[in-house]
């Protein structure tokens, strides 16, 4: 039984760094330079995850789970890992900028649609609107990363236009780089969490896929799906705006919990080379 999981564990994980090493070779990523951030990712994990009442976890004990030499696991102890500090705070307030944008009765039009803003000296202006949910930065700063990521442009006649109703950068290879290491992390949480026995109740995981669709209804489904996903998202922004106590300060209970749900869109091409339809 044991080797029957381990099998499909492994051919799981073959699965899941394919598109990962694409990633990597394509930015330049060596192997060397992955096979040190596992040997460290390892370590670090174990150490957090395989503590004993009682004991102390010696560099011998994670050597024995890891299969890294003690040498190894005490060299790995010392490296810092590089980790973006300034990535969670700033898609945050992005977020956060453009989901009171699409929501907040101030930022309308009468369609009920984000409205045009100008950019300051006005009651409803993009700097009134930052001011509400962009913390204490700047107005200048969020507009100028809202731009560069092309959520927002400006207008011929002095507004500022929102053109796409999330923080899901079109441009800048940094930016989409970040979402990987956030969205994928998420995802594979949940998964973990629903493969761990005993975590009950389970977390929402689904997904709805066919394998025969011609290129046309794909085409189709693409749009409709990212409307329909977009609506469904901004009604839970709606729900979970009203809990946040950053944007609620009255706003009482205990704890403290980050939540949320991720939709995604997936196609692959089905079709081998030579083969007819």
Do not use: C
């Amino acid at each position: 039984m044991k080797s029957k999981i381990e099998h499909k564990l492994q051919a799981a994980v073959v699965r899941l760094l394919k598109p990962l090493v694409r990633i990597l070779l394509r930015n330049g990523i060596p192997f060397g330079v992955f096979e040190e951030l596992a040997r460290w990712t390892y370590v670090d994990v174990a150490f957090q995850e395989s503590s004993l009442p009682g004991r102390k976890l010696t560099d011998s004990r994670i050597s024995i789970l890891t299969g890294l030499s003690r040498k190894e696991v005490s060299r790995l102890k010392g490296i810092e890992a590089p980790e973006d500090n300034e990535a969670a705070p700033r898609f945050n307030r992005a977020a956060r900028v453009i989901s009171g944008w699409t929501r907040d009765p101030r930022f309308l039009d009468i369609k009920g649609k984000p409205a045009k803003l100008l950019h300051e000296n006005a009651e409803n202006s993009f700097s009134e609107l930052v001011r509400a949910y962009g913390g204490d930065v700047p107005a200048r700063a969020v507009f100028d990363e809202l731009l560069r990521v092309g959520s927002i442009a400006p207008t011929d006649d002095g507004f500022i236009e929102l053109v796409q109703r999330a923080y899901v950068p079109k441009t800048g290879l940094s930016e989409k780089i970040e979402i990987l290491g956030t969205d994928v992390s998420d995802l594979i949480n949940t998964i973990d969490h629903n493969i761990e026995t005993g975590n009950e109740p389970t977390w929402f995981q689904r997904k709805v896929a066919y394998d025969n669709i011609p290129e046309e209804a794909a085409a189709t489904f693409q749009v409709e799906s990212a409307e329909q996903a977009q609506n469904l998202l901004e009604k839970f922004d709606r729900f979970l705006a009203a809990q946040d106590r950053d944007l609620n300060p009255k706003r009482t209970g205990t704890g403290r919990k980050r939540v949320g749900v991720g939709i995604y869109y997936f196609e692959e091409d089905m079709e081998k080379e030579g083969e007819s339809s």
